[in-house]
């Protein structure tokens, strides 16, 4: 299971963090990332991480803004989003990829003055 935490409404220029609780697998094996959505668009990846946390990246839209991390001892996986923009108003959700794929349940981020 993935449980996520964070997000709501902010201003252009703000900050938010976002928080995935994993629970259920080994999470240390599996590769994480954050996918948002908007509606009627198909949902899209912005940030991964390795399963060791050596590797990350990022799309084009976000990097140098938002930062993916990982606790392994935690079993959490986080996004820093920093520099928001009204694009990137979205549902925000976790994904955990390895031998099975699990979801977080989304969360609302709004950029808006």
């Known amino acids: 299971h993935l449980v996520q935490s964070g997000g709501g409404l902010v201003q252009p220029g703000g900050s938010l963090r976002l928080s995935c609780a994993a629970s259920?697998?080994?999470?240390?094996?599996?590769?994480m990332s954050w996918y948002r959505q908007t509606p009627g668009k198909e949902r899209e990846a912005v940030a991964v991480?390795?399963?060791?946390?050596?590797?990350?990246n990022y799309s084009t839209s976000v990097k140098g803004r938002f930062t993916i991390a990982r606790d392994n001892v935690k079993n959490t996986v986080s996004l820093q989003m920093n520099s928001l923009r009204p694009e990137d108003t979205a549902v925000y959700y976790c994904?955990?990829?390895?031998?099975?794929?699990?979801w977080g349940q989304g969360t609302q981020v709004t950029v808006s003055s």
């Open positions: 991480i390795t399963p060791t946390g050596d590797i990350t």
């Open positions: 994904r955990a990829d390895g031998y099975l794929t699990f």
């Open positions: 259920g697998f080994v999470f240390s094996s599996y590769t």
